[in-house]
């Protein structure tokens, strides 16, 4: 795809800044972004990226500076200004209606109408197909959006940007819920689009995506761009550091693990859905002391089920979870929390934190109820303040106060909380469910670190993780989880990464391997995978 | 320091501001009262005539002030029905049914303890009140821990049986021989008589005590904490090891009693329970609670703000020849302002409240959304 060079520039924003009370978000933005062009923007949770596509969509509006379109000076007033004027975003959370048809929803403000009281959907479904066959993808305009898996729950946010004639799509974070196949479809949909003259602008903080798609990448850190790199000439320690402002060392240095007896093992355990359907079907594996366990696979494919029997959130339907020699399956959350159970949850904001509370009491939440934070059912004030000082200290959780509400910090802090909580007491086994979702590598690094140290001092910790990458790096055993089975038990540091991903999405298992050594618990038998196949 | 004042105040302008509003809306109405009343004038500063008698009626005298606080005692209560409730995620519009249930358990109660010592008689009465108040929450609160049935619909449906049920008894079961209308038999020591000739008596005492009670529960025990966080996000409560499902009944029953105290202290006033006891201290409690933020300090000074109301009215009927049902307006008024937050801070454009308004998401969502897992 070669860039026709015909100034001037699809998009130009110059010198963008904007204040916020005490912040500036933005400080003198410049961004150009090239008809046909895939364009990144880089940078750390709340380095301003935000902010400077709020400006670009007419949410926000800049203190200063200007936008050209097509070399044009353009006041965006709102948003429907900005789909005026082709600008098109699609959100992280997707804003669909699920009980509607794709076509409902693309439809949504931007009906297609027969006459002044009917719609015209005959219209509508054929403008849907042919946009979606000239970008690569066959969409059913009837299905109904609830039925589709979430890289189609995308393509359709991305339909109905198209459908709104954007030329100028952002793309805020488009592949965090994705899995590496579905990123890999929807990449080559990006360079369809922009193969045909759409100008895309990606934001993302994962560097190796960022340099396998962008045409040119925008480094952006406390509201200030720091450089612009073309991918040939970069490279992800080079973006790293850029983004975070030092050096950062994006492979934790592991070292050896010193594996000690099972202190977690989960025997033919099922579990059922919220839709009752059986989803974990008799899953076996253990977890040893000072040892991580990845359980790789593509996500629904019964992790979320499986973490939430260990930890007490789900009854399981049959078999058994060993927790240091007792079987905990039935038992209450609390119990099993104080036999010695640590859980990072996957959503940290539904679960893991009263985002109301402040970060001290966030820091107790778990806790609060034993001495030194209570004495009978007296809360000891006194207590909790002095221990949310010290750990919001050892664990870096960067905040102007204790006391400030857990719901004002960044997502990268936010995890902190969670993870100060659960890493501080000793435990035997930890579950850390997506500890680093949507966080940026700073966090990711600090996060890694901590799981690593805990580790080291002879805790089981199993890492359930949608991303693949995370997994081969922390994990001293890789586990694959494919429709509600093991089907397959590697070791960690030897581990291929494609192999993995071809038994995550077809559950097909690799040529037999030898079991790293110790795994004494029943360990997962190869099923039978001649009749399943393709991916889900 | 200075952030923390200005996180208080912060906190009470919207209260202060919807009741300016009120005050204003009402004038107009006031107004218009002139307009078909025996005057038939227009007559622009009768708001301020009327407002004027309002005050000297509840601050002007000792007496009044008297009338105010016994008329914001059961508000205390049932503003703390409430007000616990939201903190804990529940929208208990059951206030008035627990008020009844609990008003009638202390009038059987006190007849049937009529005789015995007064330092006896009248906690066994109030203290019947206060369970039979925390049953009838249990009930909705029990539903909705296991079934999920929404306690706004729960609640509303008690407080019909409850009122019913306990006419239909007053007026068959349990009518006393020997008066001309249908009413319970009196309560003889149970009954809370004025104080000196002032119409104080001892049920205030019970209301203050709750006050910091339960500010103390709420703030400092590991109880509140649990009520607080199951009020706030249940799942992430299901996670730290709580049990949402013990807090709900628990808050529930909690709530019922108190606005069941709330029934105890206003039948053992009056002595008997009446055939048809009409009271509006069950759904006052809904604005007093949003009044007070759900702050226990708070509900003491929005009833006793309603308590002036109620004290000052007769008054400004008098004086301004103003219909006492203003009150009712001016009430009204204030809570849907305060219900409609927005709507003030659009007039007044003040900043959005950022994380302080749970107890209004708990009110404003909608029905039937499932709380436990």
Known sequence: MSVAPSPPARLQMRGITKRFPGVVANNHIDLDVKAGEIHALLGENGAGKTTLMNVLFGLAHPDEGEILIDGNPVQIADPADAIARGIGMVHQH????????????????AETMANPIFLDRNEARRRIIELGKRFGFEIDPDARVETLSVGWQQRVEILKALYRQARILVLDEPTAVLTPQETVEVFAVFRRLAAEGHSLIFISHKLYEVLEIADRITVIRRGEVVGTRQPAQTNEDDLAELMVGRQVKLAVDRGKSHPAEPVLTVENLRVKSDRGQEVVRGVNFNVRAGEILGIAGVAGNGQDELVEAITGLRRSTGGAVHLAGENIAGWPVRQRREHGLGYVPGDRQKYGLVLGFPISDNLVLTQYYSSPFARGIQREDAAIEQWARKTIEE??????????????LSGGNQQKVIVAREFSRDLKALVLDQPTRGLDVGSIEFIHKQAIRKRDAGTGILLVSAELDEILELSDRIAVMYRGEIVALVDGPTANKEEIGLIMATGGRAPAKELPTGTSGPAAEPPDTSVRGGTS | ??????????????????ILLALLVASVLIIASGLIGEEKRLNLLLPLVAYRSLLVGAFGSF???????????????????VGVGLKAGLFNIGATGQVLLGGF????????????????ALPVAMLGGMLAGALAGFIPGFLKAFTGAHEVVTTIMLNALVQLTVSGLVNDVFRAPGFSFARTAPVGNAELTGVGNTTLHLGVLFALVCIPISYWLLWRTTVGFEIRAVGSNPTAARYAGMNPRRMIIFTMSLCGAFAGLGGAVEILRLGYYPAVFGTS?????????????????????AALLLGAMRAGAPLMQIQARVPVEIIDVIQ????????AEVVVRQIFRLRSAGTGTGELQTITRSYGEKVVG
Not at chain 2, 1 to 16: Q, W
Not at chain 2, 293 to 298: F, I, L, T
Not at chain 2, 332 to 339: E, K, N, T, W
């Open chain 1, 94 to 109: 997707f804003m669909l209606i699920p009980v509607l048809t794709v076509a409902e929803n693309i439809l949504l403000g």
């Open chain 1, 395 to 408: 664990f870096d959780i960067r905040t102007p106060s204790w006391s400030v509400p857990a719901g004002t």
């Open chain 2, 1 to 18: 320091m200075m952030a923390r004042l200005r996180s208080y105040a912060g906190f009470m302008v919207v209260p202060a501001l919807s």
């Open chain 2, 63 to 81: 007496k009044g002030i008297a009338n105010m606080i016994v008329a914001a005692t059961p508000l205390m209560l049932t503003g703390l029905a």
């Open chain 2, 105 to 120: 358990a202390a009038a059987l109660i006190g007849t049937q303890v009529a005789g015995a010592p007064i330092w006896i």
């Open chain 2, 281 to 301: 201290i069950g759904f006052d409690g809904i604005t007093v609670a949003l009044l007070g933020r759900s702050n226990p300090v708070g509900i003491l000074l």
């Open chain 2, 332 to 339: 009204g008024v204030i809570l849907i302002f305060l219900a």
